[in-house]
Structure formats: C-alpha cells, structure tokens
C-alpha cells in the first residue's frame, strides 16, 4: 500500500466521516413525528456488531454513543474478539487484519462466529445502567450469521424493552441503518420510531461484490459448493449480490474488466431508484483499485464515497481482492 493511497483513503474517510457526523448532531432530516427535540436524558441505546464498517469516530458521535460489539473471527486455532469496526486503529484490531490477510493468502483455515449472548447482554446491560429507557439492536443478516438470535436471548435478560432489527444487511450498508437509528434516537425518538429508522434504510438497501473466485466463500459456507466449482472451471470473476439477507450469485464475468463493468451497471441501476444514495466502496488488500472504484461510483451521489477495508467478519469469507458497492438512500 503506497503512501499517497493511503493519503487519498483517509481524505475519504475524514469527509465521509464529517458527513455523517453533522447528520447525527444537528443536519439530520426530521419528520413530523418522527424527531423531537435534542435527545434527553435516557432515551434509547442503539448496539449493532461489528460487521457495520463504522469506525469509532462515528460510533462515538452518536447520543447516546452506539456499542458495536465484536464477531470472533477464528484463524486455525487463535480466536480474535478484538474487531471494532472499520479503521479500528490499533492493537488487536490491526492485528487481526494483517494475520487475516496472511492467512487467506495461504488458505489457512478462518472461521467467524456470533457473539455469545452473554456478551451482547453486557452491552444491554451497560445501556441499562445508564439509564436508557430501550435499546434498539441492529445487527448483520441471520441468513449469514446466529448474531440477531444471540442478541434475542439476551434481549429476554433485560429490565427495559429491547427491539432487535434484522437488517439483512452486513457491511456499510448496515452501518448505515445503524447511522439513521442513532439519528432518531438521538433527537429523542421512541424505541419504535429508532427501530423503524434502521427498517427503512434496510428495505431500500443494496450491496453488490466482486470476487476474484469463489473459493473463500465455499469454505466458509456462505455460498454453495456447485457456485464454486462452476467458478474454478470457468474462470469467471463472481459478481455478487445481498439478495434477502444471503450471498447470491447474480452474474458470472469471464474477466475482471467485464466484472468491473457489470459492477457499476448495477450500481448505476440501484443508485437511479434512490433519493440521494448513499454509497461506501469496501476493498480487501487492494486499496488503488478500490479507489479507482470509489473515483468511478462518486458521480452518483452528491456524498462523499469513502473507501472503507471490508470488516474483518466480512473479509474471512470474501477473500483477498474482494471489492464491494453498498448502497443506502438517505433518510427522509
């Protein structure tokens, strides 16, 4: 990774990032109804794992701070609870992404897993005692992972009522049904009206991925094996799809450029049905290509369009190469 990408990367993400920040404190829509006054004391929690990209300027910004709990990632034997979000910074964060990286590249085992509901109900709990009247929890599709089941058990362990949102979503654009509800909460919506800020940009949501092949996702078991044996036979370059709430192969390009250009013709088709979209790239270990996508995809948004490393949860299964479109339309 040269230093002016990674210079050109965090330019992104600190426009991105101010972006969202003025859209969770004061440049956030309102809605009769919908928003109150600013946030008071109490009011509702957001928590949501660690698969929604959100980095911890953004999860902090938000009033009530969101708690993003992590997803283990398992590689051979050592198990990394450590991942907080995308730009995690340091310590066992950026240890997990460089042993990750390592790992895929020699095909070393890696699996991923929920967290334990005992560990969501640490988070619940947390909110509890700092006096918050309800907790919305936004979570990564079920259809990809036990986390919304976790977090529905620990729900039933709690003194305050619980909403727990299955976004059918993972990556940024869970991040950002999870920006929306921390929008609302923190202006002082109720438990529903924050639950029902993260339904609505998950309905509108899509999210696009080009894979080198298939054959990470087939160990991890995020596609089926016959996906994969097609894939390695012909040499397609997978383009995939969030297709409610599973991994799904949408189109199967004989070569990177041709994948690239089904790439952005979806893309294109997804962002002309939204009001405003929202779009993040992801990329994993191939940042000047997913800048020269995020350069491509900006014209269709009046937003920034940052490049964001896939989360480590999602980069497991994805494999190195991997690059990904996630859209969202702006809150009404």
């Known amino acids: 990774m040269d230093q002016v990408s990674r210079e050109r990367r965090d330019q992104g993400l600190a426009a991105w990032i101010r972006s969202c920040e003025y859209a969770l404190t ?22 949501t794992d660690s698969s929604c990209s959100l980095p911890p300027a953004l999860l902090n910004a938000a009033r ?13 034997d050592q198990i990394y609870a450590g991942e907080t979000g ?17 790992a895929v590249a020699q095909g070393a085992p890696v699996r991923t897993s929920r967290p334990s509901p005992g560990r969501l109900l640490q988070a619940f709990r947390a909110a509890e005692a700092a006096g918050c009247e309800g907790i919305v929890a936004v979570h990564l599709s079920s259809k990809l992972s036990g986390t919304v089941d976790a977090a529905r058990l620990a729900a039933e362990a ?18 950002d049904a999870v920006l929306d509800a921390a929008a609302v909460a923190g202006r002082g919506g109720s438990i529903d009206a924050v639950a029902d800020a993260a339904e609505r940009c ?37 383009l995939l799809g969030l297709e409610d709430g599973e991994v799904q192969l ?22 002309s049905a939204m009001d405003d979209p929202r779009l993040v790239v992801h ?46 339309p702006s809150p009404r």
Do not use: Y
């Open 202 to 238: 998950a309905r509108g949501a899509s999210a696009f991925f080009v894979v080198p092949n298939l054959e990470q996702l087939r160990r991890g078991g995020r596609i089926n094996a016959l996906a994969s044996l097609v894939g390695g036979l012909l040499w397609v370059k997978p």
């Open 283 to 328: 990329g994993f270990g191939n940042l000047p290509e997913a800048l020269e996508l995020a350069d491509r995809v900006s014209g269709l948004s009046a937003r920034p369009v940052p490049v964001v490393d896939l989360p480590p949860s999602l980069a497991a299964h994805l494999g190195l190469g991997a690059l990904a479109v996630c859209l969202t």
């Open 26 to 47: 004061v440049g956030g829509p309102r809605r009769s109804g919908l928003w109150g006054p600013r946030r008071r004391q109490g009011g509702v929690a957001v928590v």
């Open 158 to 175: 709690v003194g305050v009522p619980v909403r727990v949102v299955d976004s059918q979503l993972t990556g940024a654009a869970l991040g």
């Open 64 to 76: 009530p701070p969101v708690t993003s709990v992590p997803i283990p990632v398992m590689i051979g």
């Open 86 to 102: 995308a730009s995690a910074g340091g310590g066992e964060g950026a240890e997990l992404e460089r042993d990750l990286a390592l």
């Open 250 to 271: 949408v189109e199967r390009p004989r070569t990177m450029p041709r994948a690239m250009e089904r790439l952005m013709a979806r893309v294109e088709e997804a962002a």
